[in-house]
């Protein structure tokens, strides 16, 4: 018989920030995950994994993958644009897949790691971690259970934080959809999942605004200069380098060498990408984005994506027939409001040790261990259900870049 709590072997392709994550909770949990192999071209990164997490290493993925070596499950950690091929590459040798999101960056793209899934009997968990927070875990137990009634609409936003949208979408790697993906693709397809999630019914059309309208460069203070290491207006401007990531450390692991220590932070600062002022970018990704989406029961949802807030958070506003639900997800806060009755707290336990996200990193890597186990799980996102919530984020570019035409959300070619 079959062991019901069996040690997985785990390989990943990429060991940065997301990599990394994984390879902290096999180090964590070594009952349930042992890190078998990391491909990584970076050398340092590998001396890492190997150094610390006792992984086997090697400079080339493909090495890996055709090492012969058995994996239970191999997670992509990679650049988006990398995705496919990397998901392809493993599919093709009999590897199921832990995928980071976005799945990959074009539909094309998306439906041929589909369908080499299908064709090769792979599954594919998509790294889709807002269901596994023990906050939207317990919206979704509220929805089941009938507390609001039936759900009419919904109001969601996405606010990114100014520090954050600064160092991802301006100065670093998500900051150009050519280089990288669109924002709704690369930040907000979390977001169109936990709406199909929540609403549970497909999505039948999408309208879209939304532009880059504030970091440009003629929106550049007078005498400002390209790094903010030379710019005289450096100390009144709230996106000067040297203050935001000093203050806001975790950032920074992007170009510090060895501790973050504010001495490391600020000699590697200097005159790296990272110094760029915020107004003479290649960046193209918007800064403000708000979407309407259409159900096929004729329930709506809108989802705002704005750069510009104090901190980091999402919050949910859900308007059912017999309750509202209203949230903020980093502070743990849902509150019930029955119509004509007494509004009431719900607990949001949080007990996750490892990665971020609110505890989806980690109630995510325990809920695939579950399924890989045959027990139950929940929150459990595939690859068919993750390609329906990137068609939505497609057609939400699409009708942004298009003035906000309605976009149709078609699962299958001819649909």
């Not at 549970?200 to 550049?220: D, I, M, P, Q, T």
């Not at 005289?232 to 000067?240: A, K």
């Not at 996102?381 to 035409?405: I, N, P, W």
Request: hydrophobic share 35%; aromatic share 12%.
């Amino acid at each position: 018989m079959k062991n019901s709590a069996e040690r997985k072997r785990l390989a990943i392709v990429g060991f940065g920030g997301r990599g990394h994550i994984y390879g902290e909770f096999a180090r964590r949990y070594p009952e349930k995950f042992q890190l078998a192999a990391v491909a990584e071209t970076d050398p340092d990164r590998r001396k890492d994994a190997e150094d610390n997490f006792g992984a086997k290493v090697y400079a080339d993925y493909r090495e890996m993958l055709s090492s012969g070596e058995k994996f239970d499950l191999v997670a992509i950690a990679t650049q988006d644009r990398q995705h496919k091929e990397h998901a392809l590459y493993a599919l093709e040798r009999g590897y199921d897949l832990l995928l980071e999101k976005p799945v990959a960056v074009t539909e094309g793209d998306c439906l041929d790691i589909y369908r080499s899934a299908e064709r090769n009997g792979r599954k594919v968990y998509v790294c889709h971690v807002l269901r596994y927070t023990p906050f939207y875990s317990a919206i979704r137990r509220l929805i089941d259970e009938g507390v609001p009634g039936e759900i009419v609409n919904i109001h969601a936003s996405e606010n990114v934080g100014y520090y954050h949208q600064a160092h991802s979408y301006v100065r670093g790697p998500w900051r150009n959809s050519v280089e990288s993906s669109p924002m709704i693709l690369a930040k907000c397809c979390h977001d169109m999942d936990i709406l199909r999630y929540l609403i549970g019914e497909k999505c039948v059309s999408v309208n879209s605004y939304g532009s880059l309208s504030y970091f440009r460069k003629e929106n550049a203070p007078e005498g400002s200069t390209q790094f903010c290491s030379d710019c005289p207006r450096s100390e009144e401007c709230i996106y000067n380098a040297q203050k935001l990531y000093t203050r806001y450390i975790w950032p920074a692991g992007y170009f510090t060498k060895g501790e973050l220590t504010e001495q490391n932070i600020l000699r590697d600062l200097k005159y790296s990408p990272y110094d760029r002022c915020v107004y003479r970018c290649d960046n193209d990704v918007v800064d403000h984005q708000s979407t309407v989406l259409l159900f096929e029961k004729g329930k709506t949802a809108v989802h705002t994506m704005t750069a510009f807030s104090g901190e980091i958070y999402r919050d949910i506003k859900i308007y059912g027939t017999k309750a509202e639900i209203v949230g903020v997800m980093e502070d743990n806060f849902l509150e019930v409001r029955p119509l004509g009755g007494k509004a009431y707290r719900v607990d949001v336990n949080n007990e996750a040790s490892v990665g971020g996200h609110c505890g989806g990193d980690y109630y995510m890597m325990l809920q695939i261990w579950n399924a890989m186990n045959g027990r139950p799980c929940e929150g459990i996102t595939y690859l068919d259900v993750s390609l329906e919530s990137h068609l939505m984020a497609f057609c939400a570019e699409k009708s942004r870049l298009s003035g906000g035409s309605t976009q149709f959300v078609r699962l299958r070619e001819g649909e």
